[in-house]
């Protein structure tokens, strides 16, 4: 029996893996999707309770079909899993799950996938793994000394887990900011930050970063300078809960945590705070270490590309990234762009 090869494997089944899968409805590939997950949604799965996008629906829609209507202003994390598991229902992707890719390897100009299920292999690869499985922490003296409880902002599910507690919240983002808005209601709350935290103006959401994010695109595209400075995308987006925590008055950064002890945090001007709990809003790397045998990889698991094309093996990319593989393509309505032009490219490799 000859070992099937196929022409493009896709590694990860979230929205980035599904724009990919939405334009090779066009081509006449061979391809599978391998999804480590248990079920569809992606990373929105796991995500905290209350988290909503920041855009309304047809703002917040992957290539070929609109979110339908959200009940409120921004689609809630319920309905955006419910969108992605109709997404790739629609159109019957063949996705098999759950199969985690631990390492990839290429030889003879075919690509071996170890697995959870075992070997697959593939003449091209497009990884599709975001950056959930990899959040990042800082390395902050005293902190493996702690006593109460720590965790990520990707393990951060309700602010009742918290009640009557005292809370460090650490993170100027976004991430950090909703946080803060949901559990200073029920906890008490601090917010350390390395910077005063900085904020949109009220009006401005995911459909004016899109088209800023998308100015500049185009923009670099042309050879030309592109004037950001009217907003920094960094900033904190104003969603609804940021703005009724302003109203009650508790959007204060009390600075950075400078070490660690065992029942607290020690903060810049040297005074001590009882803590019970720590909150990392720190952000994540990238998703990648299973790539390691093909090309080179930095400590936040970024790989050298052209785009989305890894420079330095032929026959892989990576979209979806954010920043690093295209402006907004860690977004549900940023991602198409790239996702159309890396499988026009995948294309045109498997032909040559």
């Not at 917040?60 to 339908?68: A, C, D």
């Not at 601090?190 to 935290?197: D, G, H, N, V």
């Not at 029942?263 to 810049?268: H, K, P, Y």
Request: charged share 30%; with cysteine; net charge negative.
């Amino acid at each position: 029996m000859v070992e099937k090869t196929f022409d493009l494997i896709i590694i990860g089944g979230g929205q980035s893996a599904l724009a990919c899968a939405f334009f090779l409805r066009r081509e006449e590939l061979d391809y599978i999707i391998l999804d480590d997950q248990d079920d569809c949604g992606g990373s929105w799965k796991h995500t905290w309770e209350s988290l909503t996008l920041f855009s309304p629906p047809e703002h917040s829609s992957l290539p070929g079909w609109q979110m339908p209507e959200s009940e409120g202003e921004f689609p809630t994390r319920e309905e955006t899993i419910d969108y992605l598991c109709q997404y790739e229902n629609r159109y019957d992707f063949p996705i098999q799950r759950p199969v985690k890719v631990n390492s990839v390897e290429k030889k003879g100009g075919i690509f071996t996938l170890e697995t959870t299920e075992g070997q697959f292999k593939s003449k091209t690869i497009i990884s599709a793994t975001g950056t959930f499985k990899n959040p990042f922490i800082p390395e902050v003296s005293g902190r493996d000394e702690f006593e109460g409880k720590q965790l990520h902002s990707s393990d951060y599910s309700s602010p009742e887990d918290f009640k009557d507690k005292k809370v460090v919240i650490v993170g100027e983002g976004n991430s950090g900011a909703q946080i803060l808005a949901e559990a200073s209601k029920v906890a008490d709350t601090f917010w350390s930050t390395r910077q005063e935290p900085e904020y949109l103006p009220d009006d401005v959401d995911g459909r004016v970063l899109f088209d800023m994010a998308s100015a500049k695109y185009y923009a670099e595209k042309k050879g030309e300078e592109y004037d950001s400075s009217k907003f920094n995308l960094g900033n904190v987006v104003m969603v609804p809960s940021v703005k009724e925590a302003r109203e009650r008055d508790v959007l204060h950064s009390e600075g950075e945590i400078q070490s660690i002890t065992k029942d607290g945090v020690i903060w810049e001007d040297g005074s001590h705070q009882d803590v019970d709990v720590i909150i990392w809003c720190t952000g994540f790397g990238y998703s990648t270490g299973f790539l390691e045998n093909l090309v080179s990889i930095d400590k936040k698991g970024k790989i050298p590309t052209d785009n989305t094309k890894a420079k330095e093996t032929d026959g892989l990319w990576l979209v979806g990234y954010g920043g690093w593989t295209g402006f907004a393509s860690a977004t549900l309505i940023g991602v198409g762009r790239y996702a159309k032009q890396t499988i026009k490219e995948v294309s045109e490799y498997l032909k040559d």
